[in-house]
């Protein structure tokens, strides 16, 4: 079955505050909806790759957002170009992101396919 609830985070500032936030919400979806039904991801372009530095987060953090991704349909991608421009190399980003070419178009690509954008 497709997931009916499809959710899209774009957060670009270096704010842990908007990563909880988005970490909520995807919780409190999946509360409410079901796993099954939720499908979450998570935009990270211009200045918030940083927030996905090994060691940035904290244990709890990492480990609560490694979870969700592994159990769940949710996903975190980390825009190349902005690594490049923040000089960070993929090796320092914790294991569980994915590089994509460009996070203005993955943004566009999830909201072509059916994505609800949302800003934390």
Do not use: W
């Amino acid at each position: 079955m497709e997931s009916q609830y499809k959710v899209l985070f774009h957060i670009d500032k270096f704010d842990i505050e908007a990563l909880n936030i988005a970490f909520k919400n995807t919780n409190n979806l999946i509360n409410d909806k079901g796993t099954s039904s939720v499908q979450a991801a998570l935009v990270v372009n211009y200045l918030a790759p940083k927030l996905f530095l090994k060691n940035t987060l904290g244990k709890e953090m990492t480990d609560n957002l490694a979870k969700l991704i592994k159990n769940k349909n949710v996903s975190i991608f980390i825009c190349n170009n902005s690594l490049k421009n923040l000089k960070i190399s993929r090796e320092e980003l914790l294991t569980f992101c994915e590089v994509v070419p460009a996070g203005i178009t993955k943004i566009i690509e999830l909201q072509n396919n059916g994505f609800a954008y949302v800003k934390p």
